[in-house]
């Protein structure tokens, strides 16, 4: 498998997809320069006066809801409405699943347009088929990723949605019956804001150009990983380590790749 990924790293780099991202603006200038480092090319736009031309040309859309308002979930829909139709790829991330009835009502919705991706921590995958979720707190998760391994295969079940529970471990499962691990990263990456949003833009970017959208989730959660692993031995404290990740994310090498790489199958 490791080939494998590595081979759909090289093809982001060489073929720079357009990543549509309709996300918040606590991580926009990070997301865009990750991306940037892996080779993607971001563009920001929540405009509905030209949602639907930039859903049009983009290789990927990202849709992150962690700073709702009326008009941005009116975007986000006009957006996902026309990547469904046109069969572009799109990626889900449920920032704050459960927090609040708006922000529910508002994933219910964008469900409908069955994600290629559903990228969450386990609080916000247990919330969105609420199967006893334990609280959110906030954006945090409250529970580990094993908690909610069967919420996730019944989105699985529901949407076709390859679905991502990250986490200590991340754990991928989608409609082959598949459940990945992946033990890359450490601990201080809880500790920059917006890493999980990262995640999400990255795993777009990926599922634009790789036909595999399994293999492509895996490929884009555990180049991050890897990055923030090998960027911590170098790191002093969160703020460095956000830094050392987008310069990590840009050189990073095979054999460091191939070094690192953590994952097994259920």
């Not at 996300?23 to 865009?32: F, I, K, L």
Request: net charge negative.
């Amino acid at each position: 498998m490791e080939k494998t990924l590595w081979k759909h790293i090289q093809t982001v780099r060489k073929q720079s997809p357009l990543v549509h991202n309709i996300t918040n603006y606590v991580v926009m200038n990070s997301t865009a320069n990750a991306l940037l480092a892996i080779g993607a090319s971001p563009v920001m736009a929540h405009a509905k006066a030209e949602i639907k031309d930039m859903a049009t040309i983009a290789g990927a859309l990202l849709v992150n809801i962690g700073t709702l308002d009326e008009y941005w979930s009116e975007a986000m829909l006009i957006a996902v409405e026309t990547a469904h139709a046109l069969n572009k790829p799109w990626v889900l991330d449920p920032v704050g699943a459960g927090a609040t009835p708006y922000r529910n009502q508002i994933i219910q919705k964008l469900l409908q347009y069955r994600p290629t991706v559903i990228r969450g921590n386990a609080s916000e995958i247990l919330a969105i088929v609420k199967s006893n979720a334990p609280a959110t707190k906030g954006v945090d998760s409250t529970a580990s990723s094993m908690d909610a391994v069967q919420a996730a295969r019944n989105l699985v079940s529901q949407y076709g949605s390859v679905v991502c529970i990250s986490g200590e471990t991340d754990i991928i499962v989608d409609q082959k019956n598949q459940t990945l691990l992946l033990k890359n990263g450490h601990p201080m990456m809880t500790r920059v804001t917006g890493l999980g949003c990262t995640a999400s833009a990255l795993t777009a970017a990926f599922v634009a150009v790789t036909e595999d959208k399994t293999e492509a989730t895996v490929a884009a959660m555990a180049l991050l990983g890897i990055a923030g692993e090998l960027s911590e031995k170098q790191s002093h404290g969160p703020g460095s380590l956000q830094m050392n990740i987008i310069d990590k994310l840009y050189a990073m090498t095979e054999v460091e790749f191939v070094e690192q790489l953590n994952v097994s199958r259920e």
